[in-house]
């Protein structure tokens, strides 16, 4: 056992201890609370121009798949050059972007929302491989587990917080007030960001030609090919994206619209669904890590649980009976959504070589894009459709069955693979 292993930090110990990764968190708090401003406002405004399921649906089909179109060459540059210089550079175009958001004011400005969506979109591409490239490069092994999880319960916190003073601001103000403080966001966490001691652990130098980038995205799905453990792990985010995230993200939009309306647009209503799943997808990976600590079997039971949870979460959901249920049925899919991404990342960050892990995790979030776009153009078309809310999310909670069993039968007849750090060696 090394001596990581026998004096593994606390959150505050890591905090206070490692500067680099206090400027990466500090960025991430920032960054994430204007993300949901924006999420919020951008919903709550398509869905007062339109009045329609549909191009709520067609919002997110955009949030998704512009990631997906750019992965290609987003895990490339994450493997290939200063990860911290590309973060810092797609918060400045995020900033920028987000102003243009003020143009849009009257129904017929409803397709720049799309063009300006996809752009923010594309650029979190980049941004997010990038991000869960740094961890690993400012951590050591004793610490990576701490600040994957304290990483994952920010998201989550900030979820909450971020989604309730969004709802609330743009609730009562209006939605653009809401997009005026994620500009400022952006440019705050770029400045901390820039302020980041990092050195890059790249090695090999970076090729200048598009055909050697290419090359490499192909090589990175060669790896995959051959490690179907990894990829099974990595799916695990595709399968978020097509049956839960991206099934709930719209129909969250009309249940506070529709059913139970407070503030513009159910600015507000929508602003506490966010609050509720913030809060379970804070909690469950915490809970869940306690258990399964950095134990590779634990970690998958993990995962299967938190499949079940979400099944509980949208069946709950279904019943509409109000909106205190709603918001149980939110927490409760919270808590499901956050112990598959969390754990999942950390099963990931504990498997992967640092030469190919930009190009993993472009991969892995560019099937989270993709299915996510697939699900919520389809879930937008449900809710028009006979089907209506109710029974959209009892047809989602019978889908979330079938990943559920595939991961249980590899988990128990699969072929695992070692961490690094449980090699022979240790």
Same mark, same amino acid.
């Given at each position: ?14 905090? $206070? ?31 007062? =121009? ?14 998704? *798949? ?26 400045? %175009? $995020?900033? !920028?972007?987000?102003?243009?958001? %003020? ?12 063009? %300006? ?29 701490? #600040? ?24 009562? @103000?209006?939605?653009?007030? @809401? ?10 966490? #770029? ?14 130098? #970076? ?10 995205? *192909?090589? &990175? ?12 792990? @990595? ?27 407070? &503030? ?66 939110? *927490? ?28 993993? !995790?472009?991969?892995?979030?560019? =099937?989270?894009?993709? !299915? ?33 069993? *595939? ?8 072929? $695992? ?8 060696? @240790?």
């Amino acid at each position: 056992m090394s001596q990581n292993d026998r004096h593994k930090p606390g959150y505050l110990s890591l905090i $206070r201890g490692n500067r680099a990764f206090r400027y990466l968190w500090c960025g991430q708090i920032i960054s994430l609370t204007g993300d949901w401003f924006n999420l919020i406002a951008s919903a709550a405004l398509i869905a007062t =121009l339109t009045q329609s399921g549909t191009a709520v649906g067609g919002l997110f089909v955009v949030r998704m *798949l512009a990631p997906f179109l750019v992965s290609p060459i987003a895990g490339v540059v994450a493997d290939r050059y200063n990860r911290k210089t590309i973060a810092v550079s797609t918060d400045l %175009l $995020r900033c !920028f972007v987000v102003l243009g958001f %003020l143009l849009v004011r009257e129904p017929q400005h409803a397709w720049l929302v799309y063009v %300006l969506t996809a752009i923010q979109s594309a650029s979190q591409g980049f941004y997010f491989p990038a991000w869960n490239s740094i961890l690993p490069d400012i951590t050591n092994s004793g610490e990576l587990g701490i #600040a994957n999880a304290l990483a994952s319960a920010t998201w989550s916190v900030m979820l909450a917080f971020g989604a309730a003073l969004g709802g609330l601001v743009s609730g009562i @103000a209006g939605v653009y007030p @809401a997009f005026a403080i994620d500009a400022l966001t952006f440019l705050l966490s #770029a400045l901390i960001l820039y302020r980041m001691p990092y050195r890059s652990a790249l090695t090999s130098a #970076a090729a200048t030609s598009i055909v050697a980038g290419i090359q490499q995205y *192909l090589d &990175g799905l060669g790896y995959l090919r051959r490690h179907i453990d990894t990829f099974s792990i @990595a799916i695990h985010k595709g399968m978020l994206g097509l049956l839960i995230i991206g099934f709930y993200q719209v129909i969250q939009v009309a249940i506070a619209e529709r059913y139970f309306p407070i &503030g513009e647009g159910g600015s507000i209503s929508l602003g506490l669904i966010y609050v509720m799943s913030g809060i379970g997808s804070g909690i469950g990976p915490i809970l869940g890590r306690n258990w399964a600590r950095d134990r590779d079997r634990r970690l998958r039971l993990m995962i299967a649980l938190g499949y079940v949870c979400a099944i509980g979460g949208f069946i709950l959901s279904a019943t509409l009976l109000s909106f205190p249920v709603i918001l149980l049925g939110a *927490l409760l899919r919270g808590v499901g959504g956050g112990l598959i991404w969390v754990l999942g990342t950390q099963l990931l960050l504990q498997i992967v070589p640092n030469e190919v892990r930009g190009r993993v !995790f472009s991969t892995e979030f560019a =099937l989270y894009s993709l !299915f996510a776009a697939i699900s919520s153009g389809a879930t937008g078309w449900l809710i028009d459709s006979s089907l209506a809310v109710g029974g959209t999310l009892m047809l989602g909670a019978a889908l979330i069955t079938i990943p559920t069993a *595939l991961w249980l039968l590899w988990i128990y007849f699969g072929k $695992r693979e070692l961490a690094p750090a449980a090699a022979p060696s @240790a």
